[in-house]
Each structure stands twice: as C-alpha cells, then as structure tokens.
C-alpha cells in the first residue's frame, strides 16, 4: 500500500524516519536493476535528492516544515521545464535543444514546498496517448499481473509507476484528455484533473494549449487535494469531506457506460449501490451533447491542430525520429484550416454552455474512468487494435476536458483484483467541491 502524506509528515515528525531515508528508500527501488526503474524514469536526481532531503531534514531540526511536502519524495513528468535541464517530454526528436533557462512554475512551488525531486518520469511521447507505450525509453509495467505485461496508461506512465512501486509517494502529471485519471485509474491510484487555469502551464511542453492541465497522483484524495493547493499556489488545505447524504449524483448513460467490461462494469455497479447506501441520490441521466463530441473533434479536434501549430518545424527536421504512432496523430492537425479551428472553438463553447445547463442540479457526475481493465502490451502491437484501444480508454476522461471540467478518480476495485477507477467530476471551478465529495466517496467505498 502506498503510503500517505500524512503517514510520512507523521513518521517524521516523530522521528521515527528520516527526509534523507526517504530518499535512499526511493532511489533504491529506482536504481534496483530488476525493477521499474529503468521505464520509469528519463532522468533519475540521485545526487539532488540526497542533498534536498539533507537540506530538509536540517529545517525541520530548527522547526521548519514548509508544506505536507516536506522532505517527502516527489516525481515530475519529463515535459516540465527544469533550469539547466534539456526538456525531453519522452522523445528523443530534442536531445539537440538547449537547456531551459528557468524551472518551471510547477517545479519551483515543488521546491519551495520542500518536496525532494527523485526524477523526471516517462510518458508517451510528447503525452499524445491514454496508453503509455514509448518505444525510446520502454514502457513501464502496470503492478497488476506483471507477467502478463499490461500497460500503465498514459500518458503520465511512468508517474503511476514511480508511486506504486515505492520510488515517489506523489507524481506530477499533465492531463489533456485523461492523462493523469488514466494511469491512476488502471494502477490503482488516485488522480486529479484540476480545472485547467487553475495550475500554470508554462514552462511545460504543451500538447494542447486548450485542454492541458496539470494535477498529481498519490494514495488518497487527501494527498492529491494537499499537492494540488501547493501546485494552485496556495496555503496547503484541503477541504472538509461532503456529507454523502441527499447529496444528487449524476451517471450519464450517454457514451459513457458504453462497452464496459464485466469486471468494470460490476465494480462500478457496486461502487454505486455503496454511494446510494450511505444516502447519496444516483440518478442516470441522458447527456445527448456527449454523442456530439465525435463529429465537432471529427478532423482531428484541438488537439491535433494545437499539437501540429507546436510541432511542426520539429517534425521537419526531426520527424523520423517520434514515435509513428505519435508522428500520424500530430500531422491530421495540418490537415486543420485556420477556419476549421474556429469552427471548433465556437462549438466547443456551445457544447460546455449546454452540458453545464443540463448537469446544473447535480453536485457530481459520476462515471467508470477507464471502461476497461488495462489491456496487455501485447495485444496492441496491431495499429488497428493501438487506436480502438487509445479511443475506448480516452473517451470518458475526454469529456471533462473538452468541458474545462475537474475530476478525481478514485479506486473502486475489491482489493487483489485489477483496478478500476471511478470518476467523480464536475464543470470548471469547482475543484474544491469535487475533492470535498471525493472524500466522502472514497470513505464510503472503503467502508464496504
């Protein structure tokens, strides 16, 4: 199990365990040569993050203790800016670019925090996949069932990874169409997708400068609500857990409990009938604007056009060198006009307009995060199978992007079978309210 930030903060301020222990216990779960490591990891701080947690452990002798980071280890995704530092975002086209200038928002708060960086994490190239797979730097595994060989979804991989198996207690990711509630959801954590103006992006590698957002995995939703308030530049809180009772719960059956595997299915059924045990009123309901997202995004949508306006001059001197899986998902965007991408623009405003009118009355909505368990590797090494399964696991996370939405997914799984996530989302601003509903329904499922 991994462990909390409060657990750790706890630990440590008993003195029952040490910054700098932290850190050698980190660094040796990704320095170990029969682990995760390896995938995991583009970049490992084994130097720095001594040296941080040294620093750390001497405030906290003097009495200082910055944030519910202290001296805890944390991983960033390899697409934030760090000074001094190539930004590669799990590609191999930038090994020629010059280093950043300066550390990225994301970073410097993590650093103010006390957090100790143990490294950079591997991702899809460029983050343009729900999947995972990087054929430049291996592919972690997901901890379920390791000798099958599933994937850790995507595109913050490696983040999951670094937490499950013991080499950071929180993770930094990027979330453009579920790529932090993704790999939370397949490997068993939590992760939040704030509202995206909510963190700042720059001097992170941008996939769509319309949809990205920046959010953290961890162990509870306590932690991630602690990461995200630090990384929101505010005082770490987190808000008081909802009272499940009367409050009304919204299951969209458009779209969204389409092909379900059995195993998804029957978590989320029960993860339901939990929720309507403890008071809380589920209610299904149409949501006919989610059918329309197909053929508003039919070019390719914001994604491609924003991903093509980014990469375009790189792909001319360095496209052979991405991923192909990459490279032919970022070239329908020059497919895009300029006209094109208005048209986009103006519909994506008329469809939040309708899909927030017609939520209003709920509190939450409430939907499987994944529809399926994590497929194998193995079984994606057809292009054709590679797409439907990107397509299938990308769907319903997409929908709370293109709705400049906010969303936890939560594990909903009994314990020793594949994970599951529920997520829990609601429309733009409303973050602190969804976390506070988040802790009401991770209670109430731990409770069964």
Same mark, same amino acid.
């Given at each position: 199990?991994?462990?909390?930030?409060?657990?750790?903060?706890?630990?440590?301020?008993?003195?029952?365990?040490?910054?700098?222990?932290?850190?050698?216990?980190?660094?040796?779960?990704?320095?170990?040569?029969?682990?995760?490591?390896?995938?995991?990891?583009?970049?490992?701080?084994?130097?720095?993050?001594?040296?941080?947690?040294?620093?750390?452990?001497?405030?906290?002798?003097?009495?200082?203790?910055?944030?519910?980071?202290?001296?805890?280890?944390?991983?960033?995704?390899?697409?934030?800016?760090?000074?001094?530092?190539?930004?590669?975002?799990?590609?191999?086209?930038?090994?020629?670019?010059?280093?950043?200038?300066?550390?990225?928002?994301?970073?410097?708060?993590?650093?103010?925090?006390?957090?100790?960086?143990?490294?950079?994490?591997?991702?899809?190239?460029?983050?343009?996949?729900?999947?995972?797979?990087?054929?430049?730097?291996?592919?972690?595994?997901?901890?379920?069932?390791?000798?099958?060989?599933?994937?850790?979804?995507?595109?913050?991989?490696?983040?999951?990874?670094?937490?499950?198996?013991?080499?950071?207690?929180?993770?930094?990711?990027?979330?453009?169409?579920?790529?932090?509630?993704?790999?939370?959801?397949?490997?068993?954590?939590?992760?939040?997708?704030?509202?995206?103006?909510?963190?700042?992006?720059?001097?992170?590698?941008?996939?769509?400068?319309?949809?990205?957002?920046?959010?953290?995995?961890?162990?509870?939703?306590?932690?991630?609500?602690?990461?995200?308030?630090?990384?929101?530049?505010?005082?770490?809180?987190?808000?008081?857990?909802?009272?499940?009772?009367?409050?009304?719960?919204?299951?969209?059956?458009?779209? %969204?409990? +389409?092909? =379900? #595997?059995?195993?998804? &299915?029957? *978590?989320?059924?029960? @993860?339901?009938?939990?929720?309507?045990? !403890? $008071?809380?009123?589920?209610?299904?309901?149409?949501?006919?604007?989610?059918?329309?997202?197909?053929?508003?995004?039919?070019?390719?949508?914001?994604?491609?056009?924003?991903?093509?306006?980014?990469?375009?001059?790189?792909?001319?001197?360095?496209?052979?060198?991405?991923?192909?899986?990459?490279?032919?998902?970022?070239?329908?965007?020059?497919?895009?006009? %300029?006209? +094109?991408? =208005? #048209?986009?623009?103006? &519909?994506? *405003?008329?469809?939040? @307009?309708?899909?927030?009118?017609?939520? !209003? $009355?709920?509190?939450?909505?409430?939907?499987?995060?994944?529809?399926?368990?994590?497929?194998?590797?193995?079984?994606?090494?057809?292009?054709?199978?590679?797409?439907?399964?990107?397509?299938?696991?990308?769907?319903?996370?997409?929908?709370?992007?293109?709705?400049?939405?906010?969303?936890?997914?939560?594990?909903?799984?009994?314990?020793?079978?594949?994970?599951?996530?529920?997520?829990?989302?609601?429309?733009?601003?409303?973050?602190?309210?969804?976390?506070?509903?988040?802790?009401?329904?991770?209670?109430?499922?731990?409770?069964?």
């Amino acid at each position: 199990m991994t462990s909390t930030l409060a657990n750790l903060q706890a630990a440590l301020m008993a003195g029952d365990v040490t910054a700098e222990a932290l850190a050698e216990t980190a660094l040796s779960k990704a320095l170990a040569p029969d682990g995760e490591g390896a995938r995991v990891f583009t970049r490992i701080y084994a130097e720095r993050a001594r040296e941080m947690a040294r620093a750390s452990d001497t405030l906290r002798k003097a009495g200082i203790v910055r944030s519910p980071l202290e001296g805890v280890p944390v991983s960033i995704k390899d697409l934030f800016d760090v000074a001094g530092e190539t930004t590669w975002a799990g590609s191999v086209a930038l090994d020629d670019a010059p280093p950043a200038a300066a550390s990225s928002p994301v970073v410097e708060r993590l650093v103010a925090a006390g957090a100790v960086l143990v490294g950079r994490t591997n991702m899809t190239e460029f983050a343009f996949s729900g999947l995972g797979l990087n054929p430049h730097y291996g592919t972690p595994l997901n901890p379920f069932d390791r000798g099958t060989g599933r994937i850790p979804g995507g595109s913050s991989s490696g983040a999951a990874i670094s937490v499950t198996d013991g080499m950071a207690a929180a993770a930094i990711g990027t979330d453009t169409g579920g790529s932090v509630r993704i790999p939370a959801a397949l490997c068993g954590l939590t992760g939040f997708k704030p509202t995206a103006r909510r963190v700042p992006r720059d001097g992170a590698l941008p996939l769509s400068m319309s949809l990205d957002s920046v959010g953290p995995l961890a162990a509870s939703v306590i932690c991630c609500a602690l990461v995200d308030s630090i990384l929101a530049g505010e005082v770490p809180r987190v808000p008081e857990a909802a009272s499940l009772k009367g409050l009304r719960l919204a299951v969209p059956t458009t779209l %969204a409990l +389409d092909g =379900l #595997d059995d195993h998804v &299915a029957a *978590a989320f059924q029960a @993860a339901l009938s939990a929720l309507s045990a !403890a $008071g809380a009123l589920v209610e299904e309901i149409a949501v006919p604007e989610f059918m329309e997202l197909a053929q508003i995004n039919a070019k390719g949508g914001l994604a491609a056009s924003e991903a093509w306006h980014w990469h375009r001059a790189l792909i001319g001197r360095a496209g052979p060198r991405y991923d192909p899986r990459v490279l032919v998902r970022i070239r329908r965007g020059a497919d895009i006009s %300029a006209a +094109d991408y =208005l #048209d986009i623009v103006a &519909a994506r *405003a008329a469809w939040m @307009a309708a899909v927030e009118r017609r939520i !209003a $009355g709920f509190d939450a909505l409430l939907m499987p995060t994944v529809p399926v368990i994590a497929p194998a590797i193995a079984s994606l090494a057809d292009e054709g199978a590679y797409g439907a399964a990107n397509l299938l696991i990308l769907r319903n996370p997409t929908l709370i992007n293109f709705l400049d939405g906010c969303a936890l997914s939560v594990p909903c799984h009994p314990a020793g079978t594949a994970p599951v996530g529920l997520m829990v989302a609601g429309a733009g601003g409303q973050d602190r309210r969804i976390l506070s509903i988040g802790r009401a329904i991770e209670a109430a499922l731990a409770d069964r």
